[in-house]
């Protein structure tokens, strides 16, 4: 929000302070100043070297060689029809000047003007902005010869002077600016454009600003009980309430509307120095009457509409005496069409609320409003509108049709329904002032909800504890009072009543922090001393879960895996590629179509990360950990942790050794799950081949058991499911975990000593049949061998009619140790020949020679 100085000082004394001092209050109080425009007020002078505080720009203006000047006459050039030379007087002596502006070009030799025109004079020696070129170019004004007529002054254009970028006409001053008068002195100005966050914006104003300066300063605040009061009428008008009446259909959408009336208006430009505020607040000037709706705007923080009182008497056709017209807030009917002032149909939907009448609507509530009941040059009667608004309702509706403005970001941040009746009537007072209309007496106020001011009590200790600082009840009071709290010492407790216009002080407990925090702003963040903390440090308390989790992701990152973070919104269709739910938990106001619901299936996620990924590399190798979603009928939804992984690509990359490398396969991923599951100290772990899951590819699919409990299950991607993805050509490896039963486990810590006798290395070979489990096999040769047998590793698979039709050959390499002695070959031989013999028993199996 832009914010001139000149506009400020209406409402506090400044002076003392430089625009850089009051930037840095405002900053130091949470209003960030972002940068400093200086529109003819000298700029502030830095030595070689040193930095400014804020960004600055601008043109001063010199007091000597800009000042006030009065055109007496307007005459013709001798060699140029579009060129005009001005008689002028500069406070001092007659100039004459030449000019080619548009907007004085009728007056060519008309002779004396009747009313001398007041305009911003630069002398020869002049340095401003360059009129006609592109930016902000600075010249300095030369006395040079125009088409014969010499010329060494200039009459100036707001582009010249820095106020805008307009330079089709030159400034036509108001009447009442003093001729001679230094420029700078008139009308000299800095804009302090300021961000309004969120929790600031009450202060979205100009008041607002004032009275936050005023608080930090000390210093009063000037208001004028004017502002806040309609203007009586000076001849017998109708009241307004015996002409219009107001129906709020839904008071928590609009807890209060308000409505005054204006006749007689005289739609004309605004004075100059009206338009100048506004335009330096980047507000376009328009007409008297909505400049005056903006002006109020800026100034107080209630947002105004306009509507032409006679287009509405004309809607209902000349009502009977007696009948009033109704204005009506409702929520729109889906379908229903409004064309607002931007000449845009608008499509709207049931949750955009309309200020109508009985023939209709009128206008988007707190947005926009219709172009039918505009202001326009032949408007002579006014009905002036301010409401308040629910803002959670006017942000969506701005969004939904595009339409930021300056009274939608006010009303979507929260504006206090007391605002309403004082907006009005200062819009009317600067109506009547700038139009010379005449205000109806009373205003039509209907005020269904009004909001309950907070009500907050706060300790000395809780300053003491919470700001570091000794304050009395007194000295809080002093602080807050600045900032329009009212404050009443009950017993030991300071009770504090958050002022009118305030929607953003709690009750309780955040209604404390909240009003510390007013009192730290108005005391001075930077006066606050630094000390150090007095309370204890609250014991640490670890939380297992995430320190669990934050171990297997460090495991999984160690294994070559990548984590990704998917969005937990999805759609149906999305997750039914890799399976069909019947039920979700579905979002209430989806950001987007495509992410209603959320998810069900963890995997479905990060096959959407692979996929749109999937042409960026050779290989992937993708985890993520986190919820799903299970709904539960009448209540929250169930969210179990899992891990996923995903895996496809080519094992390692072709380099000028291994031309045509492998894909990985599903004793990849197989691999990667027992360094992971041993990283976790499960030990009890086995791995069973299924069928059971319908996304896997049946044959290369497994479950993992951990203590006879189903932990996961892996394997390749179905074909006809990686159908429905753009994967490419490689197989597709996925396995999902249930972390909560994973965590469930007690993790083993066994402990060996390092043995100090010598191991004996002997491999065997086995025949048995093709049915016959490796993982059956070793689990034989561990029970029979005993602690004797203390490393078993398979570390070939043979098949070969050789060996026999459904057969194959196992070959293991076996590790005997004992720990009290050295191991003799015949002991060795001895073990073997045992487990061979179980083997043979059990399995069928015969031993390879």
Same mark, same amino acid.
């Given at each position: 929000m832009k914010i001139p100085l000149s506009w400020l000082k209406d409402f506090i004394d400044l002076d003392g302070l430089s625009a850089e001092d009051i930037a840095r209050k405002l900053t130091l109080a949470g209003l960030e100043v972002d940068e400093i425009l200086y529109v003819g007020l000298p700029m502030p002078a830095y030595m070689d070297g040193e930095k400014h505080e804020f960004k600055t720009n601008g043109i001063a203006w010199d007091r000597e060689k800009i000042v006030v000047g009065e055109i007496r006459e307007v005459k013709?050039?001798? @060699?140029?029809? #579009? !060129?005009?030379?001005?008689? +002028?007087?500069?406070?001092?002596?007659?100039?004459?000047? !030449?000019? *080619?502006?548009?907007n004085i070009f009728h007056l060519k030799g008309t002779g004396k003007l009747e009313k001398p025109?007041?305009?911003?004079?630069?002398? /020869?020696?002049?340095?401003?902005?360059?009129?006609?070129?592109?930016?902000?170019? +600075?010249?300095?004004?030369?006395?040079?010869?125009?088409?014969?007529?010499?010329?060494?002054?200039?009459?100036?254009?707001?582009?010249? +002077? $820095?106020?805008?970028?307009?330079?089709?006409?030159?400034?036509l001053l108001d009447d009442d600016a003093p001729v001679g008068m230094p420029l700078a002195d008139y009308m000299g100005d800095a804009v302090l454009d300021i961000s309004i966050l969120p929790n600031m914006a009450r202060n979205a104003n100009v008041i607002g600003i004032a009275r936050e300066l005023a608080a930090m300063l000390g210093r009063e605040l000037k208001v004028e009980s004017s502002k806040s009061q309609v203007q009586p009428s000076t001849s017998n008008l109708q009241p307004v309430t015996d002409l219009v009446e107001i129906e709020i259909t839904n008071p928590e959408l609009n807890p209060r509307f308000v409505l005054g009336l204006i006749r007689d208006v005289e739609i004309k430009p605004s004075p100059y120095q009206i338009q100048r505020r506004l335009k330096l607040a980047d507000i376009r000037p328009i007409n008297n009457v909505v400049d005056a709706t903006n002006y109020a705007m800026l100034e107080l923080?209630?947002? &105004?509409?306009?509507?032409?009182?006679?287009? +509405?008497? $004309?809607?209902?056709? @000349? %009502?009977?005496?007696?009948?009033?017209?109704k204005i009506i807030t409702r929520t729109a009917k889906d379908g229903e069409k409004l064309t607002t002032l931007d000449d845009i149909e608008r499509t709207l939907t049931s949750s955009n609320v309309l200020v109508c009448d009985e023939k209709g609507s009128l206008s988007i509530a707190g947005v926009m409003g219709g172009a039918e009941s505009e202001v326009t040059d032949s408007t002579k009667n006014i009905l002036l509108e301010g409401a308040a608004w629910n803002f959670i309702n006017i942000r969506r509706t701005a969004q939904q049709h595009n339409l930021p403005s300056e009274a939608s970001f006010r009303f979507s941040r929260g504006v206090h329904p007391a605002l309403a009746e004082h907006g009005v009537s200062l819009g009317l007072r600067y109506m009547a002032e700038w139009s010379g209309g005449a205000t109806a007496p009373d205003l039509v106020d209907a005020y269904p909800l009004p909001p309950k001011d907070a009500v907050v009590?706060?300790?000395?200790?809780?300053?003491?504890r919470w700001l570091g600082i000794d304050l009395t009840f007194e000295q809080t009071a002093d602080l807050l009072s600045r900032l329009e709290f009212k404050c009443e010492v009950k017993g030991d407790k300071l009770q504090v009543t958050a002022p009118p216009h305030r929607m953003d002080i709690g009750e309780g407990i955040v209604g404390v922090a909240d009003v510390l925090e007013e009192i730290a702003r108005s005391y001075g963040y930077d006066n606050i001393p630094t000390t150090t903390m007095a309370d204890p440090l609250p014991p640490q308390v670890g939380n297992p879960v995430h320190e669990w989790e934050e171990h297997l992701r460090d495991l999984l990152v160690a294994l070559g895996l990548q984590e990704v973070?998917?969005?937990?919104?999805?759609? %149906?269709?999305?997750?039914?590629?890799?399976?069909?739910?019947?039920?979700?938990?579905?979002?209430?106001?989806?950001?987007?179509?495509? #992410? @209603?619901?959320?998810?069900?299936?963890?995997?479905?996620?990060?096959?959407?990360? &692979? /996929?749109?990924?999937?042409?960026?590399? /050779?290989?992937?190798? =993708? =985890?993520?950990?986190?919820?799903? =979603?299970?709904?539960?009928?009448?209540? !929250?939804?169930?969210?179990?942790?899992?891990?996923?992984?995903?895996?496809?690509? &080519?094992?390692?990359?072709?380099?000028?050794?291994?031309?045509? %490398?492998?894909?990985?396969?599903?004793?990849?991923?197989? *691999?990667?799950?027992?360094?992971m599951l041993s990283g976790l100290r499960l030990t009890n772990v086995s791995y069973t081949a299924t069928d059971s899951y319908s996304s896997l590819h049946p044959g290369k699919a497994a479950e993992v058991k951990a203590d006879g409990k189903v932990i996961g299950m892996f394997g390749e991607l179905h074909p006809l499911v990686k159908e429905e993805y753009e994967l490419g050509d490689s197989p597709v490896l996925v396995a999902e975990f249930d972390l909560d039963l994973m965590r469930g486990i007690e993790p083993t810590y066994g402990i060996k000593t390092i043995p100090e006798t010598p191991p004996i290395y002997e491999d065997i070979a086995v025949i048995v049949d093709e049915s016959v489990l490796a993982e059956t096999v070793e689990t034989l040769i561990r029970q029979t061998g005993g602690r004797s047998v203390t490393n078993i590793r398979l570390f070939d698979l043979y098949r070969d009619e050789k060996i026999g039709a459904g057969k194959k050959s196992l070959a293991y390499s076996l590790t005997y140790q004992a720990e009290d002695k050295t191991m003799t070959d015949a002991e060795a031989a001895a073990i073997r020949n045992k487990i061979v013999k179980r083997l043979e028993r059990e399995v069928g199996a015969k031993l390879r020679s």
């Open positions: 013709p050039h001798p @060699n140029a029809d #579009k !060129l005009t030379l001005l008689d +002028l007087y500069d406070g001092q002596q007659d100039q004459v000047v !030449l000019t *080619g502006a548009p025109i007041k305009v911003a004079y630069a002398k /020869e020696g002049s340095t401003l902005y360059d009129g006609h070129a592109e930016g902000q170019v +600075l010249m300095t004004l030369k006395r040079a010869k125009i088409r014969g007529v010499e010329s060494y002054s200039m009459v100036c254009s707001e582009k010249e +002077l $820095g106020i805008t970028d307009e330079s089709d006409g030159i400034i923080g209630e947002p &105004l509409h306009a509507f032409d009182y006679d287009v +509405l008497v $004309g809607r209902i056709g @000349n %009502p009977p005496h007696g009948k009033k017209i009590d706060i300790t000395v200790d809780d300053i003491k973070v998917t969005y937990r919104m999805t759609s %149906p269709e999305k997750e039914a590629r890799i399976a069909k739910h019947d039920d979700y938990v579905r979002i209430a106001n989806p950001t987007t179509p495509d #992410k @209603n619901v959320l998810r069900r299936s963890l995997i479905a996620s990060v096959l959407d990360t &692979l /996929e749109k990924n999937i042409r960026n590399s /050779e290989a992937f190798s =993708f =985890f993520e950990i986190g919820p799903i =979603f299970e709904p539960v009928p009448n209540d !929250l939804p169930l969210e179990p942790r899992k891990l996923a992984i995903v895996m496809t690509g &080519l094992r390692e990359a072709a380099s000028w050794d291994v031309k045509e %490398p492998p894909n990985l396969d599903f004793f990849d991923l197989k *691999g990667r799950i027992e360094l």
